[in-house]
């Protein structure tokens, strides 16, 4: 069984930065395809960077790409999300996930099998 662990979650000002970890624990995370998320209170869980196997290949969405970096540690079942200039409407829970049936970049949330229980971003003054 998969299991992962997110934390990393605070309260930070805008403008600042903050880096979320995930510990995964079962499995080969090394083959497996990752990503973050987050979902804010009445609004749909959506994608804020995902990464292949190797750690090689990212995908960000708009909203993300140029202030959020995603990175992997395979040695150690990590993944990283490094997230800079912080604006109130990133404010959610982020998640991170993988899809141990690919190891390329996969871009349907759906496809995700395995979830952590979420850590508390709140960007605010």
């Known amino acids: 069984q998969v299991q992962l662990a997110e934390s990393g979650g605070r309260l930070v000002q805008p403008g600042g930065s903050l880096r979320l970890s995930c510990a995964v624990t079962g499995g080969a995370f090394k083959d497996y395809a990752m990503g973050w998320f987050r979902q804010a209170p009445g609004k749909d869980r959506e994608i804020v960077a995902l990464?292949?196997?190797?750690?090689?290949?990212?995908w960000y969405p708009e909203i993300t790409r140029g202030r959020f970096t995603i990175s992997r540690d395979n040695a150690n079942n990590m993944s990283f999300l490094q997230m800079n200039d912080l604006k109130p409407e990133d404010t959610a829970v982020y998640y991170c996930a993988v899809d141990k049936d690919v190891g390329t970049v996969v871009g349907n949330i759906r496809e995700y099998d395995y979830w952590g229980q979420g850590t508390q971003v709140t960007v605010s003054s």
């Open positions: 990464t292949s196997w190797s750690g090689l290949s990212t």
